[in-house]
């Protein structure tokens, strides 16, 4: 089976040439009869299919096959602007998939940003027809092998911009929970999973599509296996390194500050006898500034003593001195707050602040977006827990776990310990809670430092410095304080060292074929004037 300049199939040798779609494959057979509605329909349901690897269906083989309908898509199509406007409505299926959860807060709104953000697979829909439609050869597709995966990171990594909406659905965040690909990750962090199985699955396309690819296909699916076996086998490990004991607490769904707070401390004296060394609030578990409430400084710091225990909290509030609303991590001892104030950085988007509020303002007419913007922190920061003898403990708030720069930083700067704090109660009944809490098994793999992640309503968790889960997660059902021995971890993870090398790599090989595509089409153009 071939495809003719003009784009129409050819019957090869003892078939019969069909230009309507008879004898076609299966897929274009059904592309062909298929109305542009209907082939838009495809597209977003192809680019919303990898959406169920991810918790809370948590399918996570799908990720190895869930691209490929989405890649025969694009390959088939006739022209480039249909192969762009395929990867475009399939960028906004998955964009929407991933966060139809946020549907209550933005209503229609979320269409419209799924639509934007959709756009920047528009080049990836046109990176995979240049590279497979037809009957590419052995040396395109075996080339495929790398640049279209390459283009899904760029994809990825811009996306990951947290202005527009922060790295959320990464696609190999999907692996938090096998420890291969986990181990993959302390090698090149969550951009080196995504590479992997990118790849898989064009391999797999190709295997379906083009008979000549068998052989680079194969070639290509055995460097996989054995690269992914490798790194399971040889890579390094960290070192063993102690333990520490910590509470987590997890209040549940109660409404109003006042009795969240009460409910906190009285979860929190149920922890007093029980050797722990550092207890964890979630996000907003405190709605006002210590330094301008010494009531508030003054329950807290006795509640450390009668637990003996420093207490990490998250003040919601508006700090003495400054302008606006920080969310803040605040490390309270037994004489009250330490001084290690930490002031969330990166913002999630509508949600606690609006980009350009004065032409987006009126998002906040049809959803739950922020009435007024928060206040940015400046700089990460490293806070020393003297109950547990000067542990350095590196805090995130919320949606920063998902940033994987900032646990690295954190790692490099002599963290012992990743604390995210994190309220989804919005969300309380959707995909995102566990989806979320996933996400510490990839920083703590990536960084060979162990992370709790604490909310006010689930799900709460804990994982090693390998990604491995310690003890049982609180989900999004209780409310309730656990104690967990988190195991602690010496060394310096590659990803630590070397940082997003796969990103690299995958720039390079797209400038690569840049150059080469620009230097032929530069001799064609030559070739034609010279005819």
Known sequence: ?????????????????????????????????????????????????????????????????????????????????????????????????????????????????????????????????????????????????????????????????????????????????????????????????????VSVNTALALLVAVPRARVPAVAGLLVCAVGGTAAWLWAPVPRPAGTVRVGLVQPGEIVGADPRIARGEELTRSLAGRGVQLVVWGESSVNRDLTRNPAMSARLAALSRDVGADLLVNVDGRHAGQPGIYKSSVLVGPRGATGHRYDKMRLVPFGEYIPLRSVLGWATHVGKAADQNRMRGTRQVLMPVGSAGGLRVGPLVCFESAFPDMSRQLARDGAQLLVAQSSTSTFQDSWAPAQHASLAALRAAETWRPMAHATLTGVSAVYGPRGEPVGGRLGTERGAAAVYDIPLAEGTSPYARFGDWALYGAMLALGAYAGVAGARALRARRSARVR
Do not use: K, N
Not at 31 to 51: D, E, I, M, N, Q
């Open 1 to 197: 089976m071939q495809v003719s300049a003009d784009g129409r199939w050819e019957a090869g040798p003892g078939r019969v040439r069909e230009g309507r779609g008879r004898g076609l494959p299966s897929a274009a057979r059904r592309a062909a009869l298929t109305s542009p509605w209907g082939r838009g329909a495809a597209a977003v349901a192809a680019g919303a299919l990898p959406a169920l690897a991810f918790p809370a269906p948590a399918l996570w083989w799908l990720a190895y096959v869930a691209l490929v309908p989405w890649i025969l898509l694009a390959r088939s199509a006739r022209t480039h602007r249909r192969a762009a406007l395929d990867g475009w409505l399939g960028g906004a299926g998955f964009m929407l998939a991933v966060h139809h959860w946020l549907l209550p807060s933005l209503h229609v709104f979320i269409l419209v940003l799924a639509a934007l953000l959709g756009l920047l697979w528009a080049p990836w829909g046109l990176l995979v027809r240049a590279l497979l439609h037809g009957s590419p050869s052995a040396a395109r597709c075996a080339a495929s092998l790398v640049l279209v995966p390459s283009g899904w990171l760029m994809v990825e990594l811009v996306r990951s911009w947290e202005y527009l909406g922060g790295p959320w659905g990464l696609l190999g965040a999907s692996q938090w929970q096998v420890p291969p690909a986990l181990r993959l990750a302390s090698l090149g962090g969550v951009w080196l999973l995504s590479l992997l199985l």
